[in-house]
């Protein structure tokens, strides 16, 4: 059974920093491409960032591009996000997802497991 657990959530201040952890279980970890999305309330899931199954090669949202850094560690099998001088407009559910079969890595249906997500609050 695959389960992705997140941890490192919480209520934060603007410009505060979090590492965000997702710790993987009952899949072949390094032969999965591993996201992260965010859903804000009222809002649609979002893209934040992904990482190839050796690290070598990440991707990110345009709009997270330069705050946002996603890792991983093969063996340990966990994926971090690292995410800097956080915004109110950063306050979602943050969610890790894992796919073998992933393309872009973009899209939240190429991803085929996904964790329950872990709740960031930033108050202003």
């Known amino acids: 059974q695959v389960q992705l657990v997140e941890s490192g959530g919480g209520l934060v201040q603007a410009g505060d920093s979090l590492r965000l952890s997702c710790a993987a279980s009952g899949l072949t970890f390094s032969s999965a491409a591993m996201g992260w999305f965010r859903q804000a309330p009222g809002k649609e899931r979002e893209f934040a960032a992904a990482?190839?199954?050796?690290?070598?090669?990440?991707y990110y949202a345009d709009s997270m591009k330069g705050r946002f850094t996603i890792t991983r560690d093969n063996v340990k099998k966990l994926v971090y996000l690292q995410v800097n001088n956080l915004k109110p407009e950063d306050t979602a559910v943050y969610y890790c997802?894992?796919?073998?079969?992933?393309?872009?890595?973009?899209?939240?249906?190429?991803?085929?497991?996904w964790g329950q997500g872990t709740q960031v609050t930033v108050s202003s």
């Open positions: 997802a894992a796919t073998y079969n992933g393309r872009t890595y973009r899209a939240s249906r190429e991803y085929l497991y």
């Open positions: 990482i190839s199954r050796t690290g070598s090669i990440t």
